[in-house]
């Protein structure tokens, strides 16, 4: 095990001067530099589009604060950090008494260009819960020109937030935030895990985490000067920084885009906020295979990821099946699929590749004959939930869900598992379980006009995973009268005898309907 103590990696935030630091947390919170502040400042719609990388109305804005005769010192550094601007001096002193331009510098915050200052990082803040935070990571593709260096440390993006809204917050003694890069993971999890380890590949990351731990120490609830009471930085690849070490949590948002490469391809090739090392999705069947042996048992893994799906593949989730220990419960959902045309397009412009036209078409060329060369017909992306057990895993659940669904889905999902135990505890005595249906659950029937019954009955939920389930007219029935006052078995007996059904098939065929409705949050247990 090797801790990650060090504060003074080049082209990286300087985190070894406290003093600084704290100097530097005074001036942002006195600027009102929150997430608020920067809404207010900009407008609604400019903050908006700010969201979506697009800088042009917040640099109107801005422009019109910095015109005004006593212009907000904010206008100057959302202009610095957020739309990578240049200040001069008396900008940043006016907006920065305390810390100083110098101060800045020393920092690794800006750079001076001819005495005029610019970005050195993008520094933005954020907000989770009641929790205000500053963020550094390197200047994204619209703050900076060409393309994106090999090292980029990767700031709060869409994946790193899909994540966040995913986990599921239960209390853990340890959690581990596998390829933490600036920290996001983390941040939430020192809100429910008394002591987080994060690692990562990349000094670079960790040095920016480092920062933004120590910046964000008061609202973290961190000891500047004692760290490791609470946060463990190791470097290193994988699972190799906690080798042996077992977790009640593990968070990763992996690099998994899978782009052209042998194992023997050079590593100044790789972009390594995002590209793993490996050929093909070896990255994420190499965490699904080695993860377990890190969880406590009962321990959650949740991770993102991308697989390859094969030509003539019988489903998408064909390979992960395989990938799984006979003693890991999954479930996975795959939120979007890409042709390997489509998939190398999204890529190549991630990173700004698409700046530089020959680099874009060798690069274009190259992933789709890496494709090729293992037959794969598309790509999916999804979330994994992953849980160690003492016996063989009773859940296995695959699906594709590719609308929009409720964030945090974290909660819902926490329900949902908690439901699938319910149902194992209760398989012996089901029959005698009382239901009723979820609060956000509604009933749509559609019958063609002068029908005596409707034609389609559907059951929808409105929060949560917002499934639809298209019912049976017994099914309809069982959980019209599912008031929590009757059992199972009393309602699938009834509806029985009203339908004239006496044979055993019926009752199974109902009581395994039922079952399903459960498992998907549309009935509850009653008094849930």
């Not at 009102?32 to 609604?44: E, R």
């Not at 800088?55 to 005769?69: N, V």
């Not at 800006?110 to 954020?126: C, M, Q, T």
């Not at 990767?154 to 935030?177: F, K, N």
């Amino acid at each position: 095990m090797t801790e990650f103590n060090s504060g003074n990696i080049p082209h990286a935030p300087q985190s070894t001067d406290l003093q600084l630091m704290a100097a530097l947390a005074k001036d942002l919170t006195a600027l009102d530099y929150t997430v608020d502040g920067v809404q207010q400042l900009l407008g609604a719609e400019a903050y908006e589009a700010l969201d979506r990388d697009q800088l042009i109305p917040a640099q109107l804005a801005t422009d019109r604060e910095l015109a005004a005769a006593r212009p907000k010192p904010l206008a100057a550094v959302v202009r610095l950090w957020l739309l990578g601007g240049t200040l001069e001096r008396d900008q940043l002193a006016s907006a920065f008494p305390a810390v100083t331009p110098e101060g800045l510098l020393a920092l690794g915050l800006i750079n001076n260009d001819g005495g005029r200052f610019r970005p050195a990082v993008d520094l933005r803040p954020y907000a989770f819960d009641e929790t205000q935070l500053w963020v550094a990571s390197d200047l994204g593709a619209h703050q900076a020109p060409g393309v994106l260096r090999r090292d980029h440390v990767l700031g709060i993006g869409q994946a790193s937030l899909t994540l966040a809204q995913l986990t599921v917050r239960a209390p853990v003694e340890r959690a581990l935030d596998l390829g933490t890069g600036c920290g996001i993971q983390l941040f939430h999890l020192l809100g429910h895990a008394r002591h987080v380890t994060a690692t990562d590949i990349s000094e670079r990351a960790l040095a920016f985490t480092r920062f933004n731990l120590l910046l964000n120490a008061g609202p973290l609830d961190l000891d500047p000067q004692n760290l490791a009471a609470r946060v463990s930085l190791r470097l290193g690849s994988l699972l190799d920084p906690v080798a042996g070490e077992q977790f009640g949590l593990v968070v990763s948002n992996p690099p998994f885009v899978i782009t052209p490469r042998t194992e023997e391809t050079a590593g100044e090739e790789q972009f390594t906020y995002r590209d793993g090392g490996l050929p093909g999705d070896d990255i994420v069947s190499t965490l699904v295979r080695r993860l377990p042996s890190a969880l406590d048992t009962g321990g959650v893994a949740q991770l993102l990821g991308n697989w390859e799906i094969p030509a003539g593949a019988g489903s998408w989730h064909d390979r992960l099946e395989v990938w799984l220990d006979p003693k890991t419960e999954a479930w996975v959902i795959q939120r979007e699929q890409l042709t390997p045309s489509s998939y190398a397009q999204t890529w190549l412009r991630d990173a700004s590749e698409n700046r530089d036209p020959g680099l874009y078409g060798r690069s274009y060329a190259a992933y789709l004959e890496d494709f090729a060369s293992r037959d794969v017909e598309s790509v999916g992306f999804g979330m994994m939930w992953l849980r160690r057990t003492e016996s063989a895993a009773r859940l296995r659940r695959f699906e594709e869900i590719g609308y929009a669904i409720e964030q945090p889905i974290g909660p819902h999902l926490a329900a949902a598992v908690q439901r699938h135990d319910w149902l194992e505890a209760h398989a012996e005595d089901f029959a005698d379980q009382r239901l009723q249906p979820a609060e956000d659950v509604t009933e749509e029937r559609h019958q063609r006009p002068g029908a005596e019954h409707p034609g389609v009955i559907l059951l929808r939920q409105g929060a949560g995973f917002r499934r639809t389930n298209l019912m049976s007219s017994e099914l309809a029935g069982f959980v019209s009268a599912s008031d929590g006052e009757l059992t199972v078995g009393q309602l699938v007996a009834a509806l029985a005898a009203l339908l004239e059904r006496s044979d055993p098939e019926f009752a199974e065929q109902l009581t395994s309907e039922v079952r399903n409705l459960v498992a998907d949050g549309f009935l509850v247990p009653a008094g849930a």
